[in-house]
């Protein structure tokens, strides 16, 4: 509320100083430029008397005098540790990465987090400095770059290299947090949340991850990793994690860095990062302590979005749902406002960076 309320003085305080040039005067000042000057002044002192006077907030003034271009540039410099401390609460972060395209998700999920009163611990992985930017400027704090950033034109055409090297960066930048003594949950952010995930992450389990198989399961399954599917590797999501700072988590995130590294991007297979995700699951089984999430809660895209029975006999369990199994960009956002779950065009206000 408050962002958006500083948001608006940012625009009208523009367009007083834009209107010199168009005004009358401006010719009076070509004529006697120590006349415009003084009266420029006193403009000038006037809006910032009516700036302090009626518009108190600390926040608003540093929106309106400091969100230039050059001040901007400060949060190049801003680190990862400093980025937690700020956003963290309770010990925990919540971060999703996200580049420029990705904007309009990002906002999104943020409105339906804000719902459950939970955006404040959100930390944007900035993968472009654009994206770096805008959201700092919005909202303080919220977005670090831990560089070097990928090259944005290819990072985000899913199954391409560019995408792969993009998300071979996450479980690094997961790792570095748990190693920084957070907990921390992971979220693509062509997801929504319904319900607030936190009551599910039950127990002090190393790692909580959801199936992203979209076969039927009894309400009741099992909370353990399920067995391997055909291609020898079970099917988790590497959409939405959570990680406790242990010492199993943070070898499951090595283990996946170790897994990206051992196979690589080809063009034959194009993979993403989820089956080395997998594979280090598997591996770490023995040593680590898995918690998969409850189906009924945390589905996948392939059955939320397919299977309208499932749906109606899970009516009110629904806790957060992946737009998953359908690529593009048009095609997604068709989906959420098909599925009323694109909030971004009604309920922008909501967002802590209000429209974009
Ligand atoms: C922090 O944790 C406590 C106890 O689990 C909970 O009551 C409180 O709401 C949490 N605060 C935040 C900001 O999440
Ligand atoms: C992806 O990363 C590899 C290895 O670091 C690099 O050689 C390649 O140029 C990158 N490709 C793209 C499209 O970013
Ligand atoms: C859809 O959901 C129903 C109810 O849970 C289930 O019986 C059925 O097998 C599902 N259909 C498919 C194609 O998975």
Not at 203 to 221: I, Q, S
Request: charged share 20%; glycine share 6%; with cysteine.
């Amino acid at each position: 509320m408050s962002s958006f309320l500083h948001q608006r003085p940012l625009q009208s305080t523009l367009s007083y100083f834009h209107e010199p040039s168009s005004h009358p005067s401006s010719t009076l000042a070509q004529k006697h430029p120590s006349i415009f000057n003084r009266a420029g002044l006193l403009v000038l002192l006037l809006v910032l008397v009516i700036l302090g006077v009626f518009m108190p907030w600390s926040e608003m003034h540093e929106g309106i005098f400091w969100s230039t271009r050059p001040a901007l540039t400060k949060w190049r410099d801003y680190t990862l540790a400093q980025a937690a401390s700020v956003v963290a609460k309770n010990g925990t972060v919540i971060v999703c990465a996200v580049s420029q395209p990705y904007l309009p998700f990002l906002n999104n999920w943020l409105i339906s987090i804000a719902r459950q009163k939970h955006h404040e611990k959100v930390l944007v992985i900035a993968e472009d400095y654009a994206t770096l930017y805008k959201v700092n400027q919005r909202w303080p704090g919220h977005a670090v770059l831990i560089p070097p950033a990928p090259d944005t034109q290819t990072a985000h055409k899913f199954g391409s290299q560019g995408f792969f090297n993009f998300t071979s960066r996450r479980p690094r930048h997961l790792l570095d947090i748990l190693e920084l003594g957070y907990n921390v949950m992971y979220n693509d952010v062509d997801m929504v949340w319904l319900a607030d995930p936190f009551p599910y992450l039950e127990g002090k389990h190393d790692v909580y991850f959801t199936d992203d198989m979209a076969a039927v399961k009894p309400l009741d399954h099992s909370h353990d990793l399920p067995p391997p599917g055909k291609k020898g590797r079970t099917y988790i999501c590497s959409c939405m994690i959570f990680l406790r700072p242990t010492v199993g988590a943070k070898l499951v995130m090595k283990k996946w860095i170790e897994e990206l590294q051992a196979q690589p991007w080809t063009k034959s297979k194009k993979a993403n990062d989820q089956p080395a995700f997998n594979w280090a699951l598997m591996k770490t089984s023995g040593q680590v302590d898995l918690y998969l999430l409850p189906q009924k809660a945390f589905p996948t895209g392939g059955l939320y979005f397919k299977n309208q029975t499932w749906v109606q006999e899970t009516k009110g369990m629904h806790v957060i749902i992946h737009n998953n199994y359908i690529t593009g960009f048009e095609k997604k956002i068709k989906r959420f406002q098909d599925f009323g779950l694109w909030l971004v065009d009604d309920h922008a206000n909501e967002s802590p960076l209000s429209r974009l």
